[in-house]
């Protein structure tokens, strides 16, 4: 086991989810909000890897793969939106996009 | 590797994975913002490793540094054409400064709650046979992974390819032409 107390593994991981968040609000290009979604999905991944090592149960790190493959897949279909908008619009300000239909 | 390396290579990747991520929302340039952001997930992925989850270290290198970014950055050269950068006319220029207010709150108050001990429950703790550390002592750590998969989690692993069907069927249907 380690010496590093959980609860500081646990501010890392809540410093990262604090910049995805602040990247989501500051942000207007809809790739870098995607990242910025990463990097908060990646903190909470990192507290489950955290608190499965300090429960010393690997029940955490099946919610991390499930969690992977989850993000893969939002990814995957986010990308394909932006992408297909693009076409449409030739533009990807998300302060102009404010209609469902193309 | 235990007592002072260990808090020293802590804290060299708790400021380099801080930095890192930092550099993905104040980059202008999306591409300097996706290899920031690979190399935040690389430095995760040393976490995990110090964590003795390597399974997860690897795939998180694997999945999310190979694959995902790949794919990130092949939409960022794509649309990088557009000459007018979203970022250069922010119409609401003051929510930065009610985000960074916001932001702070968010990280005092997350940082309050762990600091007093909330989240963790010595009660809570595997003993016994049940213990990840007695599993992957006696057969090794992807079978210890792998045996809580697939005795604890085997429906929500079966649910996981009905999502990741639904992502590509969601793919080919968004990005065919119109």
């Known amino acids: 086991m380690t010496t590093i107390p959980v609860s500081w593994y646990l501010i890392v991981s809540a410093l990262l989810f604090t910049i995805g968040t602040i990247g989501v609000l500051v942000r207007r290009n809809p790739l870098i909000i995607f990242m910025s979604i990463e990097l908060m999905l990646n903190a909470v991944n990192l507290a489950f890897v955290t608190l499965s090592s300090y429960l010393d149960s690997a029940d955490g790190q099946v919610f991390v793969f499930i969690v992977l493959t989850v993000a893969a897949a939002e990814v995957v279909v986010g990308l394909a939106i932006i992408v297909s908008i693009f076409r449409t619009r030739r533009n990807i300000d998300v302060d102009e996009m404010n209609l469902l239909r193309g | 590797m235990s007592g002072p390396a260990l808090i020293i290579s802590f804290f060299v990747l708790a400021v380099a994975s801080v930095a890192s991520a930092l550099g993905v929302i104040l980059f202008r340039n999306a ?65 930065r400064g009610v985000a960074a207010v916001l932001g702070l709150v968010l990280v005092g108050a997350l940082s309050y709650l762990l600091l007093s001990g909330t989240p963790l429950n010595e009660a809570a703790r595997a003993h016994g046979s049940e213990a990840l550390s007695q599993v992957v002592a006696q057969q090794g750590n992807i079978q210890a992974f792998g045996q809580a998969l697939f005795h604890g989690f085997s429906f929500a692993f079966e649910v996981t390819s009905l999502v990741i069907v639904v992502a590509i069927l969601g793919a080919l249907v968004l990005g065919r032409k119109a």
């Open chain 2, 31 to 95: 591409v300097y913002s996706a290899l920031s952001l690979i190399l935040t997930l690389l430095f995760l992925a040393m976490f995990y490793l110090q964590l003795g989850a390597m399974f997860i270290a690897i795939v998180q290198i694997l999945i999310y540094a190979g694959a995902i970014m790949v794919l990130f950055l092949f939409v960022v050269t794509m649309l990088a054409a557009d000459p007018r950068d979203p970022d250069l006319q922010d119409r609401l220029p003051w929510q």
